[in-house]
């Protein structure tokens, strides 16, 4: 992917009206349904806009002709993240800098001498983001003392084009590599992070906190990692959209890592526009300032191939068969796909993450304060209960401990292996259909929050795109009772602006965020089945 695509892509969603013209439910219609707050605080209208739906190119449009301030829309989340964060625990810290970064780029509104789309516009970042004087742990206490001496690399793009750090998301701990049975969600430092939709329920792992946030309308923008659904699963299970882009498009410098086989940062928006624009800023594609052009291509003509796993249960099995009518309605050709190397992938990916966590959480832990090495760290989580109030495990921290080394074969060929199988089961598909993308759920509806059991999310859509460090989408697709599910895209290597533009046009089609009610269970009490 050149830059010439990232920024025409930019620039034909900067001006697209996206979610903002169809009705859509409101706050106060929670009211009687067992919702968790009163309906003046649920509300995310303030300023003369519906933070629920406005984009980024409309807030530009307001702060450019002087109707608005960075600072009143800094001050603006930060009231919301005040009154509405106790109900879901997503935002850890808020940044004290905040008002005083949007201070500086209503300066420069005022002057013409704006970065560009994101310049003045709140970013909440996941915890595993280095982010300098504020604490990055990972949800780990070990981490908890001394913050990071220099912002992540993103971090420092973020800054450059503008945008304001208004704080820090909660996480799964270690990005939910840790135990055998974690719960998503949790972690020592931030304790719960729950589903905005339905209380009880689970937001998914592990950037659940950037996702929960959002989908209360806590920040504009957030910032998540994947090393496999981490990005994607929150989305849908939250009701927003989540990017992860190809492996190697946004830095992971400074960033808390699994396996760099895998990992990478991708952005996260209650929109489609939103994402695209975030991410032309994460991997430099974009240009200085995105210029207004209409257009944006439909879904006329567009082969999409759909993936149903009915493993997912009924309920979502029944809503891809209505989204793919609905995509045909719209002029996509949709057949059923199935793609292959799956179980195979399933035997080696666990086996090969093991090794590259070993030598990747080793290398990050000698360049922060606290335990030096995994060694280590497996001795502090054994000394410090708070660490086991959830979940009590660490077998995986003990399995990444005695596992081979990077250096042998056996390891090389297990990689090996997962790379070409899982290229394979993405582009043999694509190739046998003649496929624009491959649609598949992005998650079950979101099972009860359990510390005993833990986690229900055996979730294989996200994996092929993840371990071929392909770029995937999660856009909105409806809903499961009160509980959202995401449509997952994706495409071939560096595919992200064809990807991101077949997405903006799925999602107009499909129209399928709604607010959350912040419901403390499900109505009828029972849980929603997950497959």
């Known amino acids: 992917m050149n830059r010439r695509s990232i920024a025409a892509l930019a620039a034909a969603l900067a001006v697209t009206p996206l979610l903002l013209s169809a009705p859509h439910e409101s706050a106060e219609a929670a009211e009687g349904h067992g919702g968790a707050l009163p309906p003046s605080v649920r509300s995310s209208r303030v300023l003369g806009v519906d933070l629920g739906t406005v984009t980024i190119p409309e807030l530009q449009a307001r702060m450019d002709r002087g109707a608005l301030t960075s600072s009143a829309l800094t001050r603006a989340y930060l009231r919301r993240i005040e009154a509405v964060d106790p109900a879901i625990g997503a935002v850890l810290r808020t940044d004290p800098t905040a008002l005083r970064q949007a201070a500086a780029s209503d300066l420069r509104h005022r002057r013409g001498t704006t970065r560009g789309p994101l310049d003045g516009i709140p970013v909440l970042l996941k915890d595993n983001i280095g982010t300098r004087g504020l604490a990055t742990t990972a949800g780990s206490l070990a981490l908890a003392g001394k913050p990071p001496a220099e912002d992540a690399a993103l971090v420092t793009r973020l800054r450059a084009a503008g945008a304001v750090v208004l704080g820090k998301t909660n996480m799964s701990e270690w990005a939910n590599f840790r135990a055998a049975r974690p719960t998503s969600g949790w972690s020592a430092v931030g304790g719960q992070t729950r589903n905005p939709y339905v209380l009880d329920r689970n937001p998914c792992g592990s950037s659940s906190g950037s996702a929960a946030a959002l989908a209360a309308s806590l920040a504009q923008v957030a910032v998540g990692t994947e090393t496999d659904g981490s990005i994607v699963c929150p989305a849908g299970m939250n009701g927003v959209v989540g990017h992860k882009p190809s492996l190697g498009l946004v830095s992971g410098s400074g960033v808390v890592p699994i396996s760099a086989e895998q990992d990478t940062a991708g952005p996260m928006a209650r929109n489609v526009t939103d994402a695209a624009l975030t991410f032309a800023v994460l991997s430099g594609t974009g240009p200085a300032g995105v210029s207004a052009h209409t257009g944006t291509e439909g879904l006329r003509g567009k082969r999409i191939g759909l993936w149903r796993l009915p493993s997912l249960g009924p309920e979502v099995d029944a809503l891809m068969v209505r989204t793919a009518q609905r995509l045909r309605g719209a002029g996509a050709e949709v057949v059923e796909v199935a793609l292959p190397y799956q179980e195979r992938l399933a035997e080696l990916e666990f086996p090969a993450l093991l090794s590259e966590f070993h030598r990747d959480i080793d290398a990050y832990l000698e ?165």
């Not at 074969?409 to 990689?415: F, K, L, S, T, V």
């Not at 046998?432 to 009860?448: E, F, K, M, Q, V």
């Open 367 to 531: 360049t922060r304060d606290g335990p030096r090495d995994l060694a280590g760290l497996i001795r502090f989580n054994r000394a410090h209960p708070a660490e086991r109030t959830c979940f009590a495990g660490q077998e995986l921290f003990e399995q990444a401990l005695a596992a081979p080394p990077v250096t042998d074969p056996a390891y090389r060929a297990m990689r090996a292996e997962l790379t070409d199988l899982s290229r394979r089961s993405v582009d043999e598909t694509m190739a046998a259909h003649g496929l624009d993308a491959i649609a598949s759920p992005a998650n079950p509806p979101a099972w009860t929050t359990d510390c005993a059991r833990g986690d229900n999310d055996v979730i294989p859509s996200s994996t092929p795109a993840a371990v071929a460090g392909y770029p995937s989408l999660s856009v909105p697709a409806g809903r499961v009772g009160e509980l959202p599910v995401g449509l997952l895209l994706m495409a071939g290597d560096r595919q992200d602006a064809a990807l991101l533009s077949l997405g903006a046009a799925v999602e107009r089609r499909l129209d399928a965020w709604r607010a959350p009610r912040y419901l403390r269970t499900a109505p009828g009490g029972g849980p929603v089945a997950s497959g």
